[in-house]
């Protein structure tokens, strides 16, 4: 069946762009999570959204991150005024329930100039 | 917070050789455990979990780890590695009441034929 699809794979911008990237999770899993990861940092948890419930921001790391889950399904996580120290793979995740095995996409590569 | 350890990050060994990655973490209350595995130019897959019962779980590919509960840890084991076992391998931690997965930051581990 389909897994967690992210878009774009590869995104190269600016200093200083907004960028937005995809998740489309598994059809039917509640829990949708992004994390990050990059060389020195490992993998570290940004967002987590559950149902309709309000999502746990605490592990963004500025005010110019910021995600939204339409209709219970996709998501955009944001990134305003980007920085070179935004450049990773960020990844998308999704789980039938909150604590339940995640399965990742693909991620998107981000690299800033 | 919790944390999550793993150390020898880069680990080289040759094939039917056995293979064993410690990961410790720092949580004192019930956690769900698991290992995921990153493949060359894949997305990241579960391994395998632990969620409560027999702490000596079975994963995928003849891989396996114990829950300890006293020691804090969750080591993998694999008796004889083949070739295509050569990927990153990550230990994560969800802690109860708290659905983000915590990462440790990987063991390369490459296997020579």
């Known amino acids: 069946g389909a897994g967690v699809s992210q878009s774009p794979s590869n995104k190269v911008t600016e200093k200083g762009k907004d960028v937005e990237l995809r998740c489309d999770p598994i059809s039917g899993h509640t829990a949708l999570y992004w994390y990050r990861q990059s060389l020195g940092q490992g993998l570290e948890f940004l967002i987590y959204f559950q149902g309709n419930s309000a999502p746990d921001k605490s592990g963004l790391p500025s005010d110019r991150f910021s995600a939204e889950r339409t209709g219970g399904s996709v998501s955009t996580l944001t990134i305003q005024r980007t920085q070179q120290e935004d450049s990773a793979v960020y990844l998308c995740?999704?789980?039938?329930?909150?604590?339940?095995?995640?399965?990742f996409g693909d991620g998107t590569r981000l690299s800033i100039l | 917070a919790q944390s999550v350890s793993q150390h020898n990050h880069h680990v080289i060994l040759s094939e039917a050789a056995s293979l064993e990655l410690g990961c410790n973490y720092s949580?004192?209350?019930?956690?769900?455990l698991f290992w995921y595995v990153q493949y060359p130019g894949q997305h990241l897959q579960l391994l395998l979990k632990?969620?409560?019962?027999?702490?000596l779980v079975k994963g995928i590919k003849g891989f396996e780890a114990e829950f300890i509960k006293s020691k804090f840890s969750f080591n993998l084991r694999k008796p004889s590695v083949q070739w295509s076992d050569t990927a990153e391998y990550f230990c994560a931690v969800i802690t109860y009441g708290n659905n983000r997965l915590a990462f440790g930051k990987g063991n390369q581990v490459v296997v020579i034929p």
């Open positions: 995740a999704s789980s039938p329930e909150g604590n339940q095995p995640q399965h």
């Open positions: 632990y969620f409560s019962g027999d702490p």
């Open positions: 949580y004192g209350g019930t956690v769900n």
